[in-house]
């Protein structure tokens, strides 16, 4: 998902940002990266979850 007007204003709907009176007071594309999402791998959005999905000489 891009950050986009949109796609930002889909996610805070969802959030029910207006209700909840929350301040985002960071970049939003810092919290991915200290999340560990990449623009293109974000299959773990858990920086203790993350195992990297293209390393094949370790699965069986």
Do not use: A
Not at 7 to 23: F, P
Not at 42 to 54: A, E, F, G, I, M
């Amino acid at each position: 998902m891009k950050e986009e007007y949109g796609n930002i204003k889909i996610v805070l709907e969802g959030l029910k940002y207006l209700n909840h009176q929350w301040l985002i007071c960071v970049d939003l594309k810092m919290v991915n990266f200290l999340l560990g999402q990449q623009e293109v791998y974000t299959k773990y959005p858990c920086v203790l979850c993350y195992w990297d999905s293209r390393d094949d000489k370790d699965k069986g």
